[in-house]
């Protein structure tokens, strides 16, 4: 019969590859100016993923 751990383990954290932080926002749109900003005051690896994220996605040009 096993036995079970009584506590939880520490989650596993993944990095983030660098080129998911890579985002080319298309030049003279104001959603992608204003996402660029955002990106540059974000203070965590996660906002500036998110971020970048959007901007990669961003369909309105």
């Not at 590859?17 to 540059?40: D, I």
């Amino acid at each position: 019969m096993s036995t079970q751990q009584a506590r939880q383990e520490s989650p596993v954290e993944l990095p983030i590859e660098p080129w998911l932080y890579e985002a080319r926002p298309a030049p003279g749109c104001a959603v992608c100016a204003a996402l660029m900003e955002q990106r540059a005051a974000a203070s965590t690896d996660r906002e500036r993923f998110a971020l970048s994220a959007e901007i990669r996605d961003h369909r309105g040009h």
